[in-house]
């Protein structure tokens, strides 16, 4: 991999992981379309966990009030006691289902990463789950009006975004919607839900990351890869909050549609 090909993934990985247009859809199909080869797994681990550095970064103060709340909760045997620590377990129980259907199925949605018409079909369910957010929610509730039914329901959404084309923030906006939360409750919480699933995925793939055995070989092209990720997903959350304040999701749903009909088309094409 060029170093240019690392900046440009980076880049990919960071502004899609959090814009609800799918980034594992963008990491198959963007080399796909221009003819390189699939990134390493290596690089894969490597620009999530930059993606990762961009979400903890943005909310570092909401994070640790989450995390203080959650232990002092515990500790005084008051574990719901204040909106910080509801919220710690409500992002604990958001991330059951993930745990429990990866774990179940992991093989099977793996699978689809190798399978680019299919990703690219997939693009129309994330489409259509973001009008359908913005058909059915009645955006009535904020966060702090958070229930353990509302977190669970969410997070079953999440599974769905296991898939490549199924966007992870779009489908747990979408869930947020349609339990009736506000689109900037709807997308703080998705980017919160995302920490624990971002370690997850990175602590699962140690092992294989370190059996590969060409980190080294491949340092420079991951640093690249790994920074860009984290300063393109930092900035993607800041302007995406902002523009939830004031827009609808319909721009992202019409985008997903079109980058997948574009992609099937091209391979109808090239036969």
């Known amino acids: 991999m060029s170093l240019l090909q690392a900046l ?14 799918s980034s594992s859809a963008h990491l198959v199909l963007v080399p796909w379309l221009v003819g390189w080869p699939l990134p390493p797994f290596t690089f894969d681990v490597l620009v999530q966990w930059g993606t990762l550095v961009g979400v903890v970064v943005y909310f570092g103060r909401d994070l640790w009030s989450v995390l203080r709340g959650s232990v002092v909760g515990v500790v005084n045997r008051q574990p719901l006691a204040t909106p910080e620590a509801r919220l710690g377990w409500y992002i604990v129980v958001g991330t059951i289902p993930a745990v429990v259907f990866g774990f179940l199925f992991k093989s099977t949605f793996e699978a689809v990463f190798q399978q680019p018409l299919y990703v690219a079909g997939l693009l129309f369910g994330t489409a259509l789950m ?5 058909l059915r929610g009645r955006q009535t509730l904020q966060l702090k009006q ?17 898939l490549p084309g199924i966007s992870r923030s779009g489908a ?3 869930g947020a919607m349609l339990r009736d939360f506000d689109r900037p409750s709807a997308a703080r919480f998705s ?6 699933a971002l370690v997850g995925a990175g602590v699962l793939a140690i092992k294989d990351l370190l059996e590969a055995g060409v980190i080294l070989d491949d340092l420079p092209a991951l640093l690249i890869g790994f920074v860009a990720a984290a300063v393109s997903g930092y900035l993607s959350i800041r302007w995406l909050l902002g523009y939830l304040q004031r827009n609808r999701l319909t721009a992202f749903a019409g985008y997903c549609a079109l980058f997948g009909a574009a992609c099937l ?5 090239r036969g």
């Open 265 to 269: 088309a091209l391979a109808l094409v």
């Open 146 to 162: 958070m229930r353990l039914w509302d977190a669970l329901d969410i997070g079953l959404w999440q599974v769905a975004a296991m």
């Open 130 to 134: 973001l009008v359908l957010a913005e």
């Open 8 to 21: 440009i993934l980076g880049i990919v990985q960071g502004v899609t992981e959090y814009i609800p247009v």
């Open 191 to 196: 980017f919160l839900l995302s920490v624990p």
């Open 172 to 174: 747990t906006i979408t």
